[in-house]
């Protein structure tokens, strides 16, 4: 691995004004487990688990790429982490923070910074970062993986979560979850900017992580069920190590 690997990535702002703009207008509504946020209440038990299982996450001190409405953060945080969560969206992160003080939630702090600033001004700094279900919404998905790898210390543990590319995640997560069961809003994903496990491998390996494991979500929309499993064709979790120097 050469030096330049892990250093902290160029200053490029890595948002699209139409996905902060879409998700701000749903702000009010992210800790309605009926709302459109209802798939991501459904997901988050088996996501942190997920995590905590290769993390041991209390005591850790852990950074939310893209947190949100603070859904995972909060969890995280009450697992007993140090909880940081970023975000670009003020709505977002008001309602997040909202959130945490009605709750009393310790350990948890929230700011508008994007992962690549943080990344110049606290680097090699979190034992856990967590970027889920965020890639697919950005212009540029390895800029935000090398953020992520520069965040992490030496030794440290980052998690990704996003959507495959292919004609079985396009039935699926657009037209199934959006158009048919009506779960998600019309346009909450752009299937261009789907991403196939071989390319986030890649992208991983290129910022000095070391790939660990990988695993499938699924959902059975009669049952209502979710639960995670080999096949990675649709939504799929990634956990890596960042490569000790």
Known sequence: MNASTLETPTHTLNADADELRKFSELAHRWWDPGSEFKPLHEI???????????ATLPGKRVLDVGCGGGILSESMARLGAQVTGIDLSDKALAVAELHSIECDVKNLHYEKIAAEDLARREPASFDVVTCMEMLEHVPNASQTVRACAALVKPGGRIFFSTLNRNAKSYL???????????MLPK?????????????????????????DEMTGLHHDPLSQRYWLAPNLDVNYMIATTRTEI
Request: proline letters at 4%.
């Open 187 to 211: 346009g909450t994903h752009d299937y261009a900017k789907f991403i196939t496990p071989a390319e986030l491998t890649r992208h991983c390996r290129t910022a000095g992580l070391n790939v």
């Open 172 to 182: 699926f997560a657009v037209i199934g979850a959006e158009y048919l069961l009506r």
């Open 44 to 54: 988050n038990p088996l996501r942190l688990e997920w995590i905590n299982a290769r």
